[in-house]
């Protein structure tokens, strides 16, 4: 045996012969904190540094006799602990591959097959979750060149079905109580939507305090290689997802460059841009923040969204729905909305153990009951039993005290525990289970509450009732389920990191998109509309558009192989 190994073996002995001597020395009525243990972990994804405080806190106390020191990523904290060859108990990685590929090159990292520690302390993981550790050493094996298959963890958001996809965010929301004043128009193209919008306007020309009102309103925060909510609609229409500097068809493998001629891109940037004209574009939408446009759509200011967090989530608050008012899903007809399929081998962002760890059972006890049912449960809802649990026939439930919590995370925990349930949250920010994964605990459920039997009940409002009864749906899941869309499958696909020389040109080609896509968007006429956008074209080829375009298929040729090993497909039968 490794004199390694041996070490870590006999610090286990000694640590589990001092915790059997703590508990002694607690039943016989002599308390000492002595044998709690502080575990560091080191999150790219944390918002938070400090010891985690809360109801999670006194869980953790209570079943491990744990601390967690929350470790967050900022300017040099990554480069600072690779040169001390220490990164912690528990890593939470980022999307940072290199990163993690020089922490596995280095071995900084905790081998889980090692000592039987996947064994012994993550049972849990080990059975419900092969696929994601498969995964994980098969990365190891490419990061090593075949020298190496130790497992050094499992991806965020795991699924326990390729079948399994997520919530559907992609909404459609508008003012379904103007578009019952309207008779329910027929909606079947973006031709037909525009004209819902024109004429929405004019039945609701200002908001509740009187400015005027648009049908939608955007922002430029999230804008990447083009304008977010011009290439979101395309995916929200089509079912088309951004990748690189286009939109790739995920049915066909079919790659749409931003700038192709009647492409999909240019299609909606001019649908916005005849918004504009006919003056229901928020003409802020080029400089404001996310939380301005949020408070326009809490104010009655914004008639429609694609997304459901700037449009239904955002508006349908008490005072709007006991008015008979109410944002809701109307998808035109010709519409497929994209929605993502879940994968069993997880996403990006790994959960690992550190080598330099001297509790690496602790670590992996934690790490395992986040894995189990009832921990996904409490890390987003709170301990069962006091903010929620399953009735008799296995249906999830919040208790009141969750209920709450969940509508009000600034709500106090009350006795048994210190501060709000925000205080609470973990603040490692990680996941094991998808929140749309299937809870094998319940009755056929979810992890996400909005599809919990206990969740969707009668209509609270007569308005939400109508939108029902017009839909024939009790849901929005149910509303899209029963229409078409489009299931991007779920692969362990990451996009490749690009080189210093086409970074450059990416930088200079993605910026020219950015700011002639918000000028043509606000152009005045068709005229010079056009005269902008073929600018555009002109400029980004200039500064290297069509290197862009290569790199970009490549990426999208590369993660169509990988959807369809998923699906089962072959390529030649997807012709």
């Known amino acids: 045996m490794k004199k390694k190994n041996l070490f870590r073996k006999l610090m286990s002995m ?4 001092s915790m059997v001597i703590g508990l002694t020395s607690t039943l016989s009525g002599c308390t000492s904190g002595s044998d709690t243990i502080t575990l560091d972990v080191y999150s790219q994804l944390a918002n938070y540094s400090g010891i985690q405080t809360g109801w999670m806190a006194d869980l953790l106390l209570e079943k491990f006799n744990v601390k967690l020191n929350i470790i967050s990523d900022g300017n040099g904290v990554y480069e600072t602990r690779m040169e001390n060859g220490n ?7 980022g999307n940072s591959p290199d990163k993690y590929a020089t922490a596995v090159k280095n071995n900084l990292l905790f081998d889980w097959n090692e000592d039987g520690l996947l064994d012994e302390y993550g049972p849990y993981i080990k059975a419900h979750m092969p696929i994601a550790l498969k995964r994980n050493q098969e990365l190891t094996k490419e990061l090593t060149d075949n020298k190496s298959d130790s497992l ?27 578009y019952k004043k309207m008779g329910y128009p027929k909606v079947k193209d973006l031709d037909d939507y525009l004209q819902l919008l024109v004429d929405m306007q004019k039945l609701c020309p200002k908001d509740d305090s009187g400015n005027k009102t648009y049908a939608v309103s955007l922002w430029p925060d999230w804008d990447d290689a083009m304008v977010m909510y011009v290439k979101a609609m395309a995916t929200a229409y089509y079912g088309y997802d951004e990748l690189g500097i286009g939109l790739y068809d995920c049915k066909t493998g079919t790659y749409y460059d931003a700038l192709a001629e009647n492409g999909p891109y240019l299609e909606m940037l001019k649908f916005f841009n005849n918004l504009n004209q006919k003056g229901l574009l928020d003409p802020d939408s080029m400089t404001q923040t996310y939380d301005k446009m949020i408070e326009k759509v809490q104010n009655g200011g914004v008639l429609a969204s694609i997304f459901n967090y700037s449009g239904s989530l955002a508006y349908n608050k008490k005072a709007h729905t006991e008015a008979g008012k109410l944002m809701y899903c109307m998808k035109p007809e010709d519409a497929s909305p994209i929605v993502y399929g879940m994968n069993p081998a997880g996403g990006t962002y790994v959960t690992s153990i550190g080598a330099k760890t001297e509790y690496p059972d602790k670590c992996m006890e934690v790490l395992n009951y986040f894995a189990t049912p009832e921990g996904r449960m409490t890390y987003s809802y709170g301990p069962k039993g006091e903010c929620w649990d399953y009735d008799e026939e296995g249906n999830t439930y919040f208790t009141d005290l969750g209920k709450k919590c969940n509508e009000n995370k600034q709500t106090k925990m009350g006795s048994k525990h210190e501060g709000t349930f925000h205080d609470g949250e973990m603040q490692a920010a990680f996941a094991t289970w998808a929140i749309d994964a299937e809870n094998p605990d319940s009755n056929g459920e979810t992890y996400n509450y909005q599809n919990w039997k206990s969740n969707v009940q009668e209509a609270e409002t007569d308005i939400e009732q109508d939108w029902r009864d017009k839909t024939q749906a009790i849901s929005i899941n149910d509303y899209f389920e029963k229409g078409a869309y489009t299931v991007a499958p779920g692969t362990s696909f990451n996009i490749a990191t690009q080189d210093s020389e086409l970074k450059t040109t990416w930088s200079q080609v993605t910026e020219e998109i950015k700011n002639s896509s918000w000028k043509a968007m606000y152009a005045k006429s068709d005229a010079a509309y056009e005269k902008i956008v073929n600018q555009m074209i002109k ?7 069509k290197t862009c375009v290569k790199w970009s298929k490549q990426q999208a ?19």
Request: charged share 25%; net charge negative.
């Open 87 to 93: 990164l912690g108990d528990i890593i939470i990685w």
């Open 152 to 178: 050094y963890g499992f991806a965020d958001g795991v699924a326990t079905s390729s079948e399994d996809h997520q919530m559907f965010f992609y909404n459609w929301d508008i003012r379904w109580d103007l």
């Open 557 to 575: 040729d590369k993660r169509h192989q990988m959807e369809l090993a998923v699906t089962s497909k072959t390529p030649e039968s997807d012709k």
């Open 539 to 545: 400029n980004a080829n200039e500064y290297g558009y």
């Open 14 to 17: 000694a640590l589990a012969s």
